[in-house]
T-cell receptor
Framework: AQSVTQPDIHITVSEGASLELRCNYS??????LFWYVQSPGQGLQLLLK??????LVQGIKGFEAEFKRSQSSFNLRKPSVHWSDAAEYFC???????????????FGPGTSLSVIP | DVKVTQSSRYLVKRTGEKVFLECVQD?????MFWYRQDPGLGLRLIYF???????EKGDIPEGYSVSREKKERFSLILESASTNQTSMYLC?????????????FGPGTRLTVT
């Protein structure tokens, strides 16, 4: 069965420091991978996605993620964190061919990011 | 601008009450979803609907039902609320056959059952 793990429950970084949030997945075929962000009191917003092609994908708000098949990982990075990046981050994997209405997205448990001014 | 709205941000209900959570999207999306969000568990799919009057069980459908009579509206129903259904409930929608498969989320309803 498909699954997603995010090893870090909570991370604290200083403003201006670099950030890496870890994500590992379990899936038998080529995965469809996503990173979502949830700001306090808000719904989830898509940061970026990987379907195929270049393994380094760029997203919104200066985030990027790298797909590494050999490590079953899809880590999220940002070179310089801003105070407004404090939020909950969810990694997700598409289960199924992602071509029909029945295809689901499975979410990881989330990583909470705090930013110290 | 894309928008998914949920009828309440906060809701307090008593054990045994029937609870309705409403979700409306204005994007003419075919697919709609109800998730439950709990700390350390991420989002878990309760039900989804791929078209009007069509529904499929997700991973944790027990104790819930849904209704989709119109394309823009997807309702989650707790027939008899219990304390273990205290949680954050998120609604989402998605255009079928969309190239990016992106789901658009509402702000969530935090339900407390006492």
């Amino acid at each position: 069965a498909q699954s997603v793990t995010q090893p870090d429950i909570h991370i604290t970084v200083s403003e201006g420091a670099s950030l890496e949030l870890r994500c590992n997945y379990s899936y038998g075929a080529t995965p469809y991978l996503f990173w979502y962000v949830q700001s306090p009191g808000q719904g989830l917003q898509l940061l970026l996605k990987y379907f195929s092609g270049d393994t380094l994908v760029q997203g919104i708000k200066g985030f990027e993620a790298e797909f590494k098949r050999s490590q079953s990982s899809f880590n999220l990075r940002k070179p310089s964190v801003h105070w407004s990046d404090a939020a909950e981050y969810f990694c997700a994997v598409g289960a199924g061919a992602m071509k029909t209405s029945y295809d689901k997205v499975i979410f990881g448990p989330g990583t909470s990011l705090s930013v110290i001014p | 601008d894309v928008k998914v709205t949920q009828s309440s941000r906060y809701l307090v209900k008593r054990t045994g009450e029937k609870v309705f959570l409403e979700c409306v999207q204005d994007m003419d999306h075919e697919n709609m979803f109800w998730y439950r969000q709990d700390p350390g568990l991420g989002l878990r799919l309760i039900y989804f609907s791929y078209d009007v009057k069509m529904k499929e069980k997700g991973d944790i459908p027990e104790g819930y039902s849904v209704s989709r009579e119109k394309k823009e509206r997807f309702s989650l129903i707790l027939e008899s609320a219990s304390t273990n259904q205290t949680s954050m409930y998120l609604c989402a929608s998605r255009r079928e056959w969309a190239l990016n498969y992106e789901q658009y989320f509402g702000p969530g309803t935090r339900l407390t059952v006492t």
